[in-house]
């Protein structure tokens, strides 16, 4: 918008009518906040009296830029202070939300919440059906409740908004903080869920796994959560060494354990499988590039002295490869290690407060210390949590 059409639209519109108008245009992305200039957006609210000779001013050592300062405090200011903001949270909202390169919502059922460190309540799983003999009765069927706890935290920033950055005109620089502020925040969820996902903090008391409200490891190396396969598994020997991921029998090999040894925990009746489809395989990317051509190739070829054979890659396209350098920056055994089936199914994220932004106005302490305009906060309040064990396998690739 140019300087004269937003000063033209405030002083028709008014103040709120003004603010309403920007904000249905935004929603209809018929504009956006690339579309404004905070300087010409304080020119026209009035904030800016000394606007011409700002522009002509070339800062040197001896001089100082002006400050900004509030002509007619009241409806004009509070104007550019809540537009200003609107158009800020909106770029921070935009970099949270560039999600490339991440994979952690693909990892995780989205599950909203009023409440923090909540029971997920759930049941042992019962016994199959029995025979019934004519004019008898049915059999009882045995069922045990049991629940796991969830965990959240608060994350957030404020970005700072100086007078410099107005009375020079730098808008461009103004929203790019603000969409780097967005996209770390982002990063730092998905390196949360990465981290909890692999169990990675189990080892400093951290716990994403909580039955009954108590913390455990997720992975445990002796295979009683029938999920581990490598080294150290007493509770399925046949799958206690290393499986390093170099071809389609490594992933076989896996899908056997799963399908043999991963049991239901009915406590009437013998256990039996559980059916449980792989969705995805996550590697770290140390991996990625050898995860991806074990899973999308279409043929597999064997080579022997005399000749070559080649034949369908039996599979092709079994789950989808995600892969992520928060598993890499743990460094040592995590870089050869690799993870297999429905994570949705097995990991949730608890959202209490989803991203939200909010504004601090020019009355802070901040505005006289430090000449800043406005204040920008940004936070999220969620966590993430295992409501299983058995439906993703970690694979011990050393």
């Given at each position: 918008?140019?300087?004269?059409?937003?000063?033209?639209?405030?002083?028709?519109?008014?103040?709120?009518?003004?603010?309403?108008?920007?904000?249905?245009?935004?929603?209809?992305?018929?504009i956006s906040s690339d579309d404004f200039s905070y300087y010409e957006l304080a020119e026209a609210c009035g904030v800016l009296p000394q606007l011409r000779s700002?522009?002509?001013?070339?800062?040197?050592?001896?001089?100082?830029?002006?400050?900004?300062?509030?002509?007619?405090?009241?409806?004009?200011?509070?104007?550019?202070?809540?537009?200003?903001?609107?158009?800020?949270?909106?770029?921070?909202?935009?970099?949270?939300?560039?999600?490339?390169?991440?994979?952690?919502?693909?990892?995780?059922?989205?599950?909203?919440?009023?409440?923090?460190?909540?029971?997920?309540?759930?049941?042992?799983?019962?016994?199959?059906p029995t025979e019934v003999q004519e004019g008898h009765s049915y059999e009882e069927s045995t069922f045990e409740e049991k629940y796991v706890t969830t965990a959240?935290?608060?994350?957030?920033?404020?970005?700072?908004?100086?007078?410099?950055?107005?009375?020079?005109?730098?808008?461009?620089?103004?929203?790019?903080?603000?969409?780097?502020?967005?996209?770390?925040?982002?990063?730092?969820?998905?390196?949360?869920?990465?981290?909890?996902?692999?169990?990675?903090?189990?080892?400093?008391?951290?716990?994403?796994?909580?039955?009954?409200?108590?913390?455990?490891?997720?992975?445990?190396?002796?295979?009683?959560?029938?999920?581990?396969?490598?080294?150290?598994?007493?509770?399925?020997?046949?799958?206690?060494?290393?499986?390093?991921?170099?071809?389609?029998?490594?992933?076989?090999?896996?899908?056997?354990?799963?399908?043999?040894?991963?049991?239901?925990?009915?406590?009437?009746?013998?256990?039996?499988?559980?059916?449980?489809?792989?969705?995805?395989?996550?590697?770290?990317?140390?991996?990625?590039?050898?995860?991806?051509?074990?899973?999308?190739?279409?043929?597999?070829?064997?080579?022997?002295?005399?000749?070559?054979?080649?034949?369908?890659?039996?599979?092709?396209?079994?789950?989808?490869?995600?892969?992520?350098?928060?598993?890499?920056?743990?460094?040592?055994?995590?870089?050869?290690?690799?993870?297999?089936?429905?994570?949705?199914?097995?990991?949730?994220?608890?959202?209490?407060?989803?991203?939200?932004?909010?504004?601090?106005?020019?009355?802070?302490?901040?505005?006289?210390?430090?000449?800043?305009?406005?204040?920008?906060?940004v936070r999220y309040f969620g966590g993430i949590s295992a409501v299983d064990t058995v439906y993703v396998t970690k694979v011990d690739g050393a």
């Amino acid at each position: 918008m140019q300087g004269q059409n937003v000063k033209s639209l405030v002083e028709s519109l008014g103040a709120e009518g003004f603010y309403h108008k920007v904000c249905q245009l935004l929603n209809e992305k018929k504009i956006s906040s690339d579309d404004f200039s905070y300087y010409e957006l304080a020119e026209a609210c009035g904030v800016l009296p000394q606007l011409r000779s700002l522009r002509e001013f070339t800062p040197t050592s001896e001089s100082v830029p002006q400050l900004l300062r509030e002509s007619n405090p009241g409806v004009g200011a509070n104007l550019f202070q809540v537009i200003t903001g609107e158009l800020i949270g909106r770029k921070v909202i935009e970099g949270y939300e560039d999600d490339s390169g991440f994979v952690g919502d693909k990892l995780v059922t989205v599950m909203p919440s009023r409440h923090r460190s909540q029971k997920i309540a759930g049941f042992k799983a019962l016994a199959g059906p029995t025979e019934v003999q004519e004019g008898h009765s049915y059999e009882e069927s045995t069922f045990e409740e049991k629940y796991v706890t969830t965990a959240e935290t608060k994350q957030g920033r404020i970005l700072s908004i100086n007078e410099e950055l107005i009375a020079f005109d730098q808008t461009g620089e103004i929203n790019r903080r603000a969409m780097a502020l967005g996209y770390y925040l982002r990063q730092e969820r998905e390196r949360t869920i990465i981290r909890g996902v692999t169990d990675a903090d189990s080892g400093s008391g951290t716990y994403v796994y909580r039955p009954t409200g108590s913390g455990q490891q997720l992975y445990k190396a002796n295979g009683s959560n029938r999920n581990w396969v490598g080294s150290g598994n007493t509770t399925s020997t046949s799958y206690n060494s290393a499986v390093p991921l170099v071809d389609w029998t490594d992933v076989e090999e896996v899908l056997s354990y799963r399908a043999t040894e991963v049991k239901d925990d009915r406590i009437d009746g013998t256990t039996r499988p559980v059916v449980a489809p792989v969705k995805q395989v996550l590697v770290p990317e140390n991996l990625r590039g050898t995860a991806r051509s074990v899973i999308n190739s279409t043929e597999i070829a064997v080579t022997t002295d005399v000749n070559e054979t080649r034949f369908a890659n039996p599979i092709h396209n079994l789950a989808e490869v995600v892969s992520s350098p928060f598993i890499d920056e743990q460094g040592g055994q995590a870089v050869n290690d690799w993870y297999i089936g429905d994570f949705r199914r097995q990991f949730i994220w608890t959202e209490i407060w989803p991203v939200q932004t909010f504004l601090q106005r020019a009355e802070s302490e901040s505005a006289f210390d430090r000449d800043v305009v406005l204040r920008v906060k940004v936070r999220y309040f969620g966590g993430i949590s295992a409501v299983d064990t058995v439906y993703v396998t970690k694979v011990d690739g050393a």
